[in-house]
């Protein structure tokens, strides 16, 4: 007897993955641009490093209270469709189930066995059939703001906290240095193993994401020493 197996796809990651990726990504870009910045100015190290910390704070609570917001409004429009799913229900159930037939009938079933379906699910759960099948809300896929700010943030310090250890550990005459090439290495190795896990290439997923990133570090780097210059 043929053993059964369960398929899985690179797909089913996708979600949590594109938000971790995202909030880290964030995080290291950000930071260390942030850092990069302040040090062409010619900062003291302390300041250096002040203004690091308070970049890793205000970006995760940026990312928290944005994500929260979004998923919230993502959220109560969910609610609102849902309830309007469940009054049309209550007021005419038959036309409900029709309804929920053609849907199965759309997606490949006769009409016969779509009725049968239909019916069944509308006696089972008729309000969880629709949200599922029609509106394409399920447990699995519903909204959750909270979880979704936390979720974010979280990975915003972790990506934020790698330049910040390079600051640390790094002499003051090599930290530009170290920053950038500190940086990019760890979004280098960030979007190959995003790119691995989502079973995309490789290669085009690094060139891609250290070019942007190399470019958001010149631009900072370019208006710290202006301001700097300006300044002194």
Known sequence: MPKSHRETHKLDSS???RAAVLGANDGIVSTASLILGVAASGAEHSNILIAGFAGLAAGAMSMASGEYVSVSSQKDTELAAINQERREIAEN????????AMIYVRRGLDRELANEVAEKLMRHNS???HARDELGITE?????PLQAAMASAGSFAVGAALPLAVVMLAPRPYLVSSI?????????????????VGGAKIFPAVIRVVFWSALALAITYGV???TGHTTS
């Open 15 to 17: 979600g949590w993955l």
């Open 93 to 100: 159930f038959a036309s409900e189930q029709k309804e929920l």
């Open 127 to 129: 309000l969880e059939a």
């Open 140 to 144: 699995m896929t519903s909204a959750r």
């Open 180 to 196: 950038v090439c500190g940086a990019l290495f760890l979004l280098a190795v960030l979007g190959g193993w995003a790119a691995h």
């Open 224 to 226: 710290g020493t202006v």
